[in-house]
């Protein structure tokens, strides 16, 4: 966890409501993993797919904290992040936690996420204990059931496709369609739109427990980023091939 700056925690023990919890990400698989680590009557939890729609959600009721992913279509995370910062100001409101989710681990991506205002920042693949921990530290107490409460194993929360068997259909859809889109992206020659490909299918594999899909996605970005159309679509076909061997470990 890395906190840009002073956010005070905000407690509800007066307000006998749970916390209120946007999460942002146009990746559904991500909002149902997140969804899933958090799912208790300690928390109310809406969803945005676009920062457009968190800015709307935002304007429209206030919010405890904002999970929130930065590269998104219509509006990204960083802008959004602004608008809001922006609409808190009109407002004289304090600042609302907003932790930044990405793949990204890179100190501009983090610099970039200081200067549009995010408070913190998460990086992908979700450890369900990080997002946790986090939530005790900007919520207050009300999430502290949700924190274990005896020794756990150094890597039980690590991602691993056993516990997460329920999700893995939607995951191997939604990572076939990625892909999907990433051959069609080489193929019109839109690098960019093959390298968002790659970074969407890095961070969703890595938190679904798929580790060498991950690298394989991660390759895809990088060689799409540097206009290496070859090796793109090499690593596109790598992580084709990683896919059908995960259905094929974890039939669903």
């Not at 913190?120 to 693949?125: S, V, W």
């Not at 093959?194 to 961070?203: N, S």
């Amino acid at each position: 966890m890395h906190t840009y700056g002073p956010c005070p925690r905000i407690r509800h023990g007066t307000s006998h409501r749970p916390p209120r919890l946007l999460l942002v990400d146009d990746n559904r698989d991500n909002l149902t993993l997140i969804r899933l680590y958090l799912e208790s009557d300690h928390y109310s939890i809406d969803e945005a797919e676009n920062g457009d729609e968190a800015v709307a959600r935002f304007a429209a009721a206030p919010y405890d904290l904002i999970l929130m992913d930065l590269e998104m279509p219509v509006v990204d995370g960083y802008e959004a992040t602004r608008r809001i910062r922006e609409l808190e100001r009109q407002r004289g409101a304090g600042p609302t936690p907003i932790l930044a989710l990405t793949a990204h681990a890179l100190d501009e991506h983090r610099l970039r996420c200081q200067q549009a205002g995010f408070t913190d920042f998460l990086a992908k693949p979700v450890r369900k204990a990080a997002v946790l921990r986090t939530l005790l530290h900007y919520l207050g107490p009300e999430g502290e059931s949700a924190e274990p409460t005896t020794p756990r194993p150094h890597d039980a929360d690590a991602p691993n496709p056993g516990r997460l068997a329920a999700l893995l259909p939607l995951f191997f859809d939604l990572a076939s369609q990625t892909l999907d889109a990433a051959h069609a992206a080489l193929d019109q020659g839109d690098l960019d739109q093959a390298r968002r490909q790659g970074h969407k299918l890095k961070g969703s594999a890595g938190s679904y427990g798929f580790p060498e899909l991950a690298k394989a996605a991660a390759a895809l970005e990088r060689a799409a980023d540097a206009g290496n159309t070859n090796a793109a679509a090499a690593a596109r076909d790598w992580a084709a091939a990683l896919l059908a061997k995960a259905r094929l470990d974890w039939p669903v």
